[in-house]
Structure formats: C-alpha cells, structure tokens
C-alpha cells in the first residue's frame, strides 16, 4: 500500500515558468510533510516543510500548499531555473507516534528546466 | 563542516556474495538511518539507531541484512548472499536528535550492483 503518491513522475518546465508537484496521503495521522530535493550523485537534502496547522507556507520562490480535506499537499517553484533541474521528493511523518521519526516518502518527480 | 561521509561510493559484487556499507554520520549526532532507493522509487526506510536504545530494524527487507553502529557513531550496514533485486542506492541520513522535526542529513549514497 503506497501511502504517499507523488505525481507527475517527471515534469519538463521552462525557464522562468511554474514548476507544480502533487502529491497525496491516505493516512489521516500524519502530520509533517517535507520536501527533499535530490541531485544526481547527491543524497537528498530537506528544502521546505509544513504542518497541517497552516495551509500554505513560502520559502523564497518555494512554496507548499496543504489541503488537509483533500489529504493533497504540492510544491509551488516560482520563476523556476535550470539549477532547479533535480529529483523532488515529498514525504510524510506522524510527529506524535513512537516511530516519530520515519519518514514515508512519495516515488519522486525528476524536474528539467530548460533554459 | 563536514557532512555524512559514505564508503564506498559504488559497490559491484557478484550474486551470492557479501557486502559492507560504511556510513560516517556528522560529529555528535546521536540518530542514525538507512535507506534503500531502487530505481524509479521513492526512499524505502531500512533501520534507524538513536543513541544506546535498540534499533528500529522494521524496515529491513529479510534476515540478509543486517547494521551495526559501533560506538555511537560509524555505521555499517551489511547484505549476505546478495541477490539481483539488492542492486540500488542505499543512503544514510543522520540528524542531531530523535524526532520527526529534526532535520535529516544524507550522505551521497553507496551505488551497488549486483551481477
């Protein structure tokens, strides 16, 4: 059972142009969604977070939407750039369990932003 | 400073044989993960060490793996009798302290192939 799904499995975007990832859970008990950027030969590093109590948090041209009803969250790249051009990852967590700490993460968007 | 180290960096071993993964985490974190990621997936959770409390080993795929953490701190995650299906990136991650919140850090990955 996949509990977290991430499309579209890879997204081709002008520079410039809006980069737009989706992904959604099923399980109503997470509450922390990170997003992890990856480049090639690279492990991946956290880019931005958010919790349900918000609906929407931006960190530069990053931003996250949370639709907690719809169980959706996604990853808003604004003026996207061909150094954006990675894997992004998003995930989801259940703070409040003992296994607080593991992440479910969704099969990843291999993002290209052509110059 | 410096980040999680990995060793080796690409692993080829024939089926049937053993391997060692190496994994420095950064100084004075006390947790501790591993993961897999296959190709076109996403990063598959294998065990987690945090301080001297056991390790969650409920994500290791059969009794062929295995993962140690020698003195708080370097790590090894060992597969017996490899088979084809273990070809893939496997990733550790470290972070200051348990908790879903706590950043997770990732080293670039040891890459094996299983011929």
């Known amino acids: 059972q996949q509990q977290v799904k991430q499309s579209p499995q890879s997204l081709i975007v002008q520079k410039g142009g809006i980069s737009i990832i989706n992904c959604a859970y099923e399980?109503?008990?997470?509450?922390?969604f990170p997003w992890y950027q990856q480049f090639p030969g690279k492990g991946p590093a956290l880019l931005i977070a958010?919790?349900?109590?918000?609906s929407e948090k931006k960190e530069g041209r990053f931003t996250i939407s949370f639709n907690k009803s719809a169980k959706q969250f996604s990853l808003h790249i604004m003026d996207s750039q061909p150094g954006d051009s990675a894997t992004y990852f998003c995930a989801a967590s259940y703070l409040g369990g003992g296994s607080n700490y593991k992440l479910t993460f969704g099969k990843g968007t291999l993002l290209t932003v052509n110059p | 400073g410096a980040g999680v180290s990995q060793s080796p960096r690409y692993k080829v071993a024939k089926r049937g044989q053993d391997v060692a993964l190496r994994c420095d985490p950064i100084s004075g974190h006390t947790a501790l993960y591993w993961y897999r990621q296959s190709l076109g997936q996403g990063l598959e959770f294998l065990i987690y060490f945090q301080g001297n409390s056991a390790p969650d080993k409920s994500g290791l795929p059969s009794d062929r793996f295995s993962a140690e953490r020698t003195g708080g701190s370097v790590s090894t995650l060992t597969i017996q009798r490899t088979q084809q299906e273990d070809s893939a990136v496997y990733l550790c991650?470290?972070?200051?302290?348990?908790?879903?919140?706590?950043?997770?850090?990732f080293g670039p990955g040891t890459r094996l192939l299983v011929l």
């Open positions: 958010i919790r349900p109590d918000v």
């Open positions: 991650a470290s972070s200051a302290r348990a908790g879903g919140l706590e950043t997770q850090y």
């Open positions: 399980n109503t008990a997470f509450d922390y």
